[in-house]
């Protein structure tokens, strides 16, 4: 089946830092990627997206790269700010998927220190 | 206006009621789904549904039934609830299965259950 691994947190780093969160994958067919971000008390936010190999998606200083040849998509940052601080999920969805359901990742939560 | 909007936010019930959550999205979705989030902040899905098929997780309870009024609105209905039951029950909505795969989905900010 597919599934998502994603890299257990929390991992806690001080502003202005680089930021690198992995996310790994295995799918019966070709997926799209997503990172999501949840802040506390609040529900998930799309974050990027990539649908194909190579493709980079970035939003909000993030960026991740599509990587087929290594099941990848790690999330990168290069300067993380307090702001940030929140659980990130790496998901997946692929054709055919029954229903076209998202399969998450466990999570990884961030904790930014001024 | 909330995209994805679920009722209640909170809601604390006693082990054996029945109890149900709203879900509601005016984004013109067509389809709609329901996700579980465990203590662990675990990620799993409930349910998908469109106007055509209804699509279930087979590790989930029958006790857990989704009910569909219109295409905007997918309720969750729990009977019988027990102290594992205890989550954040989150609704999802994405506009079609194939645009679903390449926009991904809008969540609401979820209904958190506490069974006792």
């Known amino acids: 089946g597919d599934s998502v691994t994603q890299m257990e947190g929390p991992v806690t780093l001080s502003e202005e830092a680089f930021l690198t969160i992995n996310c790994t994958y295995t799918a019966t067919g070709y997926p799209s990627l997503f990172w999501y971000v949840q802040y506390p008390g609040e529900g998930l936010q799309l974050l990027l997206k990539?649908?194909?190999?190579?493709d980079k998606g970035s939003n909000k200083g993030f960026e991740a790269t599509y990587r087929k040849e290594t099941t990848s998509f790690h999330l990168e940052k290069g300067s993380v700010q307090v702001s940030d601080s929140a659980v990130y999920f790496c998901?997946?969805?692929?054709?055919?998927?029954?229903?076209?359901?998202?399969?998450f990742g466990g999570g990884t939560r961030l904790m930014v220190k001024p | 206006d909330t995209a994805v909007s679920q009722t209640p936010k909170y809601l604390v019930t006693q082990m054996g009621n029945d109890k149900s959550i709203k879900c509601e999205q005016n984004l013109g979705h067509d389809t709609m789904y329901w996700y579980k989030q465990d203590s662990k902040k675990f990620l799993k899905i409930m349910f998908s549904y469109n106007n055509k098929e209804l699509i279930i997780n087979e590790t989930v309870p029958n006790r857990f039934s989704p009910k569909s009024p219109d295409k905007a609105h997918l309720n969750l209905h729990i009977n019988s609830l027990e102290l594992g039951d205890s989550a954040v029950y989150f609704c999802a909505s994405s506009q079609a299965p194939t645009t679903g795969r390449l926009y991904g989905y809008t969540f609401g900010s979820g209904t958190r259950l506490t069974v006792v």
């Open positions: 990539a649908t194909k190999a190579d």
């Open positions: 998901a997946l969805t692929v054709p055919n998927n029954a229903g076209n359901m998202l399969t």
